[in-house]
């Protein structure tokens, strides 16, 4: 009998397993690696206890409910990193392979490497300086507001949101390029920017070598844990790349009739400042370029809207419920009287984004009180936030984060997908038909595209530049003309005219890219496996039926469907307990990222986009040509 045979070889290995010292190295350093992480933890909990102390000082219009001042934001971001570099230190020492269990393991691999956190002070301090310097080059009132760079007579701009809604509302090129021009002069006057960036590369590589990564790019993309994770993106970039080609040659036709008079340079690229414009004016009804049928205007939502949902609070609610009838959490009575709060009339401006805090074991939450169909989408996306926060706080603290960044946004963008259709707002009664007519639905499809598209190689140019810098790949006298041959080799986007190395175009995107918790991996992530988790979604919940037109992926609603809710449920209890891959092959059955969520979204766009361009003899693509020189 085989247990016969087996048996004194497993009694051999109880044996050895009792008499080889690793064994018992190992219950020891589990024991004290144990202790560590539990000291931390209390300090951890103090931080998450300063935490919200601040939501219900900030949400108690500055009336201290406790009668004591809470703590800053500075406080709590100060005790944040000297508990994570310390821990960090602690930690690596401890003999990760001698650690049995497989948990414990985990803690140990995902809190004794960090980025910026692993910076000593003083670099620290210089890291987080040199953000907010380039976060005022977005933000800081820097770009006088006339031609002649006269900032006497009226307060000077920021580029967002000032320039850049300007540029959105123009139709003379001209002044797309003057302001395209004036910000990079305003923010690259005496090097600045560059200067800015090579320092901030040069602690991001420092950040790398605590970590013992001879490849700096190996701390960027840390928690992606993937030996070229870079490859992986570009990988995507290719698969859809047949459909972002007809886009574009539809895009730069439309550029063409647009301005006539600018006098586009002849290789089938597109101007910069225009295809800035474009990007931003996906959802404006008054763009500049053509929707495929102009005269099947997209039913208006916003009165409807109004009506049935009267208040931002019945939107929360809305939101709240699509997640409860998935089967997720049910938000509680003392989670809307406690922790959900209305952000302030003043905060964060029109466009303001709900926030979602996490001090375990609440979670909490403050909206954006405007009642619009993008803020109706955008709280499903908080909402998402929200959920995962709730299952991941049962996990102990260094697990409990998504396992990758962009995880929990991916998750995010299917809910917002899903409560955007027709579908969708057909049974909220905002529309009165649950799906729209065809033209209609491809001039939805194609805002939908043009927000999309255009923006994912973006992401991947503005993160690729970076990395690239960062390992060494492109050179410092290089950079302008690098940054060039990429917007050309990934995008079709060219300079509005010659430019040369002395300059340094980056867009304002890149600056917001380099920001840890904003960054363009994360970004991308977000997109191109949001798109995987809607088709997974969406098949577990038979609302996406491949080849039947009255189920297309675009339409898909997974509302009440507890399939696609147990496929969320069990991505977000894992929290950071397993590598991304193997959670996302939960939903959808795959290790690995792919267009192919995005390809199935817009198919019916690239089939409309092919026969268009064909009638209007437009070939898409463009030639590699150069408007930038090395002097
Ligand atoms: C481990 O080793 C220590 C001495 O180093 C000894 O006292 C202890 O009994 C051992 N424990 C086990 C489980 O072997
Ligand atoms: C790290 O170890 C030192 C020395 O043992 C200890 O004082 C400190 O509290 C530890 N910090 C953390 C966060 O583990
Ligand atoms: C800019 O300067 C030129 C001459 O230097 C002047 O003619 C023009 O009016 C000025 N424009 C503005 C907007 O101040
Ligand atoms: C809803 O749209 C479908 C497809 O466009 C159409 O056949 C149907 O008549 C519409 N129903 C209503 C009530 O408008
Ligand atoms: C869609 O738009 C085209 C062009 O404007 C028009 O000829 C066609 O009749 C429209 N289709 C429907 C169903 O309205």
């Known amino acids: 009998m085989l247990w016969q045979k087996l048996l004194p070889l497993l009694l051999l290995a109880v044996a050895l397993a009792a008499a080889t010292p690793t064994s018992n190295h190992s219950s020891q350093y589990e024991a004290s690696t144990q202790r560590i992480l539990d000291v931390a933890t209390q300090r951890m909990r103090v931080i998450w206890d300063m935490r919200r102390r601040i939501f219900l000082q900030l949400t108690s219009k500055g009336k201290s409910p406790l009668g004591v001042q809470a703590p800053s934001k500075q406080e709590v971001e100060t005790e944040t990193y000297k508990l994570l570099h310390e821990l960090a230190a602690n930690l690596s020492v401890v003999p990760v392979e001698q650690l049995r269990d497989p948990l414990l393991r985990r803690r140990v691999q995902r809190l ?149 008079k600018a006098n586009f340079k002849d290789d089938g690229a597109i101007s910069a400042p225009v295809f800035d414009q474009m990007l931003s004016q996906a959802w404006y009804s008054h763009q500049i370029f053509r929707t495929p049928y102009p005269k099947d205007q997209l039913p208006s939502v916003h009165h409807r809207l ?174 302008n003309c690098a940054y060039w041959r990429l917007q050309d080799k990934f995008a079709g986007v060219q300079p509005p005219d010659w430019r040369t190395a002395k300059d340094f175009d980056l867009d304002y995107k890149f600056y917001r890219g380099l920001q840890p918790d904003k960054s363009s991996t994360r970004k991308f992530m977000a997109e191109v496996l949001g798109f995987q988790f809607y088709r997974s979604f969406c098949i577990a919940s038979q609302q996406y039926k491949p080849g039947d037109p009255n189920f297309p992926l675009h339409n898909c609603d997974f509302h009440k469907s507890t399939e696609a809710g147990d496929l969320m449920r069990e991505m977000m209890k894992l929290g950071a307990t397993k590598h991304w891959r193997d959670v996302m092959f939960i939903a959808t059955g795959e290790r690995k990222l792919s267009g192919r969520g995005i390809l199935e979204y817009f198919a019916p766009l690239f089939t409309w986009l092919k026969e268009r361009n064909m009638q209007l003899e437009l070939e898409p693509g463009w030639e590699a040509d150069e408007f930038c020189r090395n002097e």
């Open 306 to 479: 109004e009506e049935v949902l009267v208040t931002p609070v019945k939107i929360n609610i809305k939101a709240a419920e699509f997640f409860e009838s998935l089967g997720l959490n049910h938000m509680s009575s003392n989670f809307y009287e406690r922790f959900l709060r209305r952000m302030n009339d003043d905060e964060g401006g029109s466009d303001c984004k709900s926030q979602v805090y996490y001090f375990p074991p609440d979670v909490a939450m403050r909206y954006c009180p405007k009642p619009n169909y993008k803020k109706l989408m955008q709280i499903h996306g908080t909402m998402a936030e929200l959920q995962y926060n709730i299952y991941k706080r049962e996990l102990p603290f260094g697990l409990d984060t998504e396992p990758c960044p962009g995880f929990a946004a991916a998750l995010g963008e299917t809910a917002v997908l899903a409560s955007g259709t027709p579908r969708h707002l057909h049974r909220l009664h905002i529309l009165l038909n649950e799906s729209l007519t065809e033209n209609q639905s491809l001039n939805r499809l194609f805002r939908m595209g043009v927000h999309t598209l255009l923006a994912v190689p973006q992401y991947f140019i503005n993160d690729k530049f970076l990395v690239d810098v960062m390992d060494g790949r492109i050179g410092v006298q290089d950079y």
């Open 112 to 260: 004794a490497k960090l980025q910026l956190h692993g910076l000593r002070p003083d670099d620290y301090e210089q890291a987080k300086d040199l953000l907010r310097t380039m976060q005022n080059f977005i933000s800081g009132p820097l770009v006088c507001p006339n031609a002649n760079d006269d900032c006497q007579a009226r307060r000077p701009l920021a580029m967002y949101p000032q320039l850049y809604n300007l540029n959105m509302h123009t139709k003379v090129y001209d002044d797309l390029k003057l302001n395209w021009y004036r910000w990079r002069r305003a923010i690259n006057d005496k090097d600045t920017a560059r200067s800015t960036f090579i320092d901030y590369v040069r602690l991001l590589r420092i950040a790398a070598t605590y970590n013992g990564h001879v490849t700096p790019s190996r701390t960027w993309y840390l928690h992606y844990d993937t030996e070229n994770f870079q490859a992986e993106m570009e990988e995507v970039i290719w698969e859809i790349m047949p459909l972002y080609r007809e886009m574009h040659a539809y895009l730069r036709h439309s550029a063409m009739l647009a301005y006539p």
